[in-house]
């Protein structure tokens, strides 16, 4: 079974909003309420490729409630922890502005909310796969990923981890399986003397080879327009262009690549299909309104070549 975390999930208000000024009233010409969450959008594509996921995590007051209602709507499988103070928060992303969106803060999760999320993660078992994805509530330990690795290492579940910062890079001596930074995020992991500056699919293998050095098993790196590049754990170097499309919503693309390369992986361990896969599920999401359906993904797939 695939499991999906989102300690912090959010409903999703995503605005077309052309010609956005500040400082002046701005209508929307269009407008999605969505459950929200890099691990629950992992959740969602893989279930349009057909494999079924758990999606974790902790969700608080009528936001919260709407969030898992819009989930079983969807189709898979959720076991959140509802707990009975504040709000899970409210984003609201811009779709005409790639990168640009307002994110609230989500609900304080206490220690005994944590007691009962490990609880849950003791379901896990060998040969199982725990995405661990996005932010978290500022009321848990920066060390939070770092922790459920050491807790469930010994167990031969295959860790993926889509984070920025410390949050990814504590978890790095745990070997997780994949990692998935943007070109941004991994130069962010780097002094800012040692900062990479990124301009090419290439320029990202000598620092993709750095976090192999630190744990990384296979590291996925997404570069936008110009396409992703991925450091296999034996060592092969891959990288594809963006396929040609118009960009319509970035949201969750990212996601998308994450549970492209699952169902490719699962499909046979093969890397090059794997990776081929996660770029056609994210540039197939960078061009649909919502996330990506298997339908267009399984066409941009044969219009690749690794």
């Not at 956005?20 to 959740?43: D, H, M, Q, W, Y």
Request: cysteine-free; overall charge neutral.
């Amino acid at each position: 079974m695939i499991y999906t975390v989102t300690l912090n999930p959010s409903l999703d208000y995503i605005l077309s909003v052309p010609g956005f000024e500040l400082g002046k009233t701005n209508r929307a010409s269009g407008e999605r309420l969505v459950p929200g969450g890099k691990g629950i959008n992992v959740s969602t594509v893989l279930m349009n490729l057909g494999f079924q996921s758990t999606a974790l995590g902790f969700t608080a007051g009528f936001t919260g409630k709407e969030i898992q209602k819009e989930i079983h709507k969807l189709g898979f499988l959720s076991d959140f922890i509802h707990i009975p103070g504040g709000f899970s928060r409210i984003n609201v992303k811009f779709k005409n502005y790639e990168g640009t969106e307002i994110n609230g803060s989500g609900p304080s999760i206490s220690l005994k909310n944590l007691e009962t999320f490990y609880e849950k993660l003791n379901q896990l078992t060998e040969g199982d796969i725990l995405v661990l994805a996005g932010s978290i509530p500022a009321s848990i330990p920066g060390t939070i990923y770092q922790s459920v690795l050491d807790t469930l290492q010994s167990r031969g579940i295959l860790f993926v981890v889509d984070a920025a910062g410390d949050l990814l890079l504590n978890t790095l001596s745990y070997r997780p399986f994949l990692i998935k930074p943007n070109q941004y995020e991994l130069a962010a992991l780097f002094p800012p003397n040692e900062a990479p500056v990124i301009r090419t699919r290439k320029d990202a293998f000598p620092y993709a080879q750095r976090l192999q050095e630190l744990g990384a098993r296979n590291v996925l790196v997404s570069l936008g327009g110009k396409g992703a590049a991925l450091l296999s754990e034996t060592g092969k170097k891959y990288e594809l262009p963006a396929p040609k499309g118009t960009l319509v919503n970035a949201v969750g693309a990212g996601d998308s690549m994450v549970a492209g390369f699952l169902a490719g992986w699962l499909d046979g361990e093969d890397a090059a299909h794997a990776f081929r896969m996660a770029v056609a599920a994210g540039s197939a999401t960078a061009f649909s309104e919502g996330l990506a359906g298997k339908e267009e993904i399984e066409r941009l797939y044969r219009e690749l070549e690794v």
